[in-house]
């Protein structure tokens, strides 16, 4: 889990297939693995980037929340070409909330979801 204290964190999101089924990894800044689950302290905000390695055309369309209404993550914004999502968490609510990356293909008209990372908001 990354753990930020303001400012930004940057996780790269990598996609690949794997027995014609997609599999998600991610990386931190440094090239690291981790489990794209970040850890806020302070107000931040959270860039994910896509690396598709699928050949498939995968975009961001959005994130997915089981509780979008828990006040944990403040704003989500997509880049226009469905490389980037950040979040925007003001850290105002301590808690933690799961999401799934919603991600369209090239393929055909069906979405794809990732397993869900989350975000905890320490006090």
Do not use: C, W
Not at 8 to 30: H, K, L, Q
Not at 65 to 72: A, N
Not at 79 to 102: A, N, R
């Amino acid at each position: 889990m990354n753990s930020i204290d303001g400012n930004a964190t940057f996780i790269r999101v990598m996609v690949e297939m794997n027995g014609g089924e997609p599999v998600f990894s991610y990386m931190d800044a440094e090239g690291n693995p981790t489990d794209g689950d970040v850890t806020v302290v302070k107000a931040s905000t959270i860039t994910y980037q896509l690396q598709d390695n699928t050949n498939k055309g995968l975009k961001f369309v959005g994130l997915g929340f089981q509780t979008p209404f828990d006040g944990i993550v403040d704003a989500v914004t997509v880049s226009s070409d469905g490389s980037l999502i950040q979040i925007i968490d003001l850290d105002k609510t301590p808690g933690i909330t799961k999401f799934q990356f919603i991600l369209t293909n090239s393929d055909n008209t069906l979405m794809l979801l990732s397993p869900d990372p989350q975000v905890k908001n320490d006090e």
